[in-house]
């Protein structure tokens, strides 16, 4: 077990984990289970800082899979509205295996790589509920987290294995690669008694270039570690400034 593994519930009435293939039709359709990107935003949701990324290893699906469809008035580009259905998830509940690995492209931040402090600050944030507001996909679709356990009993604990086919995994931006482009990552997940297992994104089956991309310029501010003495210079015990 890693030493920084974190595990929460996340739970809600909806969800919409939209499928590609419906979104440009405007009458979106939410994909069965949550896409590796989708858990690695909740995650972030709770606590995230630019020294580390997030990496999902598992998730559980403790609820069974209902679809619900509901019919939505969006605002058209050119004024007015439009009716279109929405097919999304109803009664959803989740519980995430997730631990954090430093971020290797933030070399200029490597003062903040303190494993034990964000750990225990991860884990006073799981347990307040998060520093964000959580989503379920959709901003319609708030939801709450809490901390878990894996040997939480599921629905699907003795259904064996599903499989969900060809389905989105995430997104490579362009400062996560030597190019600079933008691609997309597709996978096959299948789902062992309710416990789905993630791969990691750079070992995807499928990458696929969606467009050139322009990295972000990174900051030149110093980035002081919290084992500094000049982090605190000018302030005195308690806080005060001297």
């Not at 969900?164 to 030597?178: A, E, K, T």
């Not at 030149?220 to 982090?231: A, Q, R, S």
């Amino acid at each position: 077990m890693k030493p920084n593994r974190i595990v929460m519930k996340v739970y809600g009435k909806y969800a919409l984990f939209t499928d590609p293939m419906t979104k440009i039709g405007g009458e979106k359709s939410s994909m069965m289970i949550p896409s590796y990107e989708t858990l690695k935003g909740i995650v972030s949701s709770m606590y995230w800082k630019p020294s580390f990324n997030w990496v999902i290893e598992s998730v559980k699906v403790l609820n069974p899979i209902r679809t619900e469809r509901k019919g939505i008035r969006p605002i058209k580009y050119n004024g007015g509205n439009d009716l279109a259905y929405y097919t999304y998830l109803s009664d959803v509940a989740y519980i995430i295996s997730a631990h954090f690995e430093f971020n290797k492209r933030r070399p200029d931040l490597q003062e903040d790589w303190n494993e034990n402090k964000h750990y225990y600050v991860a884990k006073r944030a799981l347990e307040k509920g998060g520093r964000r507001d959580i989503f379920l996909g959709a901003r319609e679709c708030p939801a709450y987290i809490e901390p878990g356990d894996m040997s939480e009993p599921g629905y699907y604990d003795d259904k064996g294995t599903l499989s969900f086919g060809l389905m989105y995994h995430s997104l490579c931006y362009p400062n996560q690669n030597d190019e600079g482009n933008l691609y997309s990552r597709f996978w096959h997940p299948q789902m062992e008694n309710g416990i789905i297992h993630f791969c990691r994104p750079e070992e995807c089956e499928n990458t696929i270039f969606l467009r050139k991309g322009t990295k972000k310029e990174l900051s030149n501010i110093p980035i002081l570690g919290v084992d500094k003495e000049e982090l605190l210079s000018g302030y005195q015990e308690g806080g005060e400034l001297q």
